[in-house]
């Protein structure tokens, strides 16, 4: 069982930054990616970037391109995601998540973090 845990989260004003980090337990043979989704308040959630594990792809949601940038450290067991530029639309709930295959929807996960809250303030 893999267990996901997220730190980093807060508040912060339009325009600023923070850095979500997310370390994994374990990491098995079938761990292909890592990524982000998040769920804003009444809304289903969505994918945000994700990070092939073995490869160095990275896919981006088109409402975070350009402002967000994900990473990992094989060594640590852990993903980065820095975000720049926050507007109060990214005020969510943010999950890690691991995949055995490239993940762009929440379906494509199979282990999940119990998330971290990003609040965005006008």
């Not at 997310?22 to 969505?46: D, P």
């Amino acid at each position: 069982q893999v267990q996901l845990v997220e730190s980093g989260g807060g508040l912060v004003q339009a325009g600023g930054s923070l850095s979500l980090s997310c370390t994994a337990s374990i990491l098995t043979a079938h761990t292909y990616s890592m990524g982000w989704f998040r769920r804003a308040t009444g809304k289903e959630r969505e994918f945000v970037a994700t990070i092939d594990w073995n490869g160095d792809k990275r896919v981006y949601s088109d409402s975070v391109k350009g402002r967000f940038t994900i990473s990992r450290d094989t060594t640590k067991k852990t993903i980065y995601l820095q975000m720049n530029s926050l507007k109060p639309e990214d005020t969510a709930l943010y999950y890690c998540a691991v995949g055995a295959r490239s993940m762009l929807t929440p379906s494509d996960a199979a282990y999940w973090g119990q998330g971290t809250q990003v609040t965005v303030s006008s």
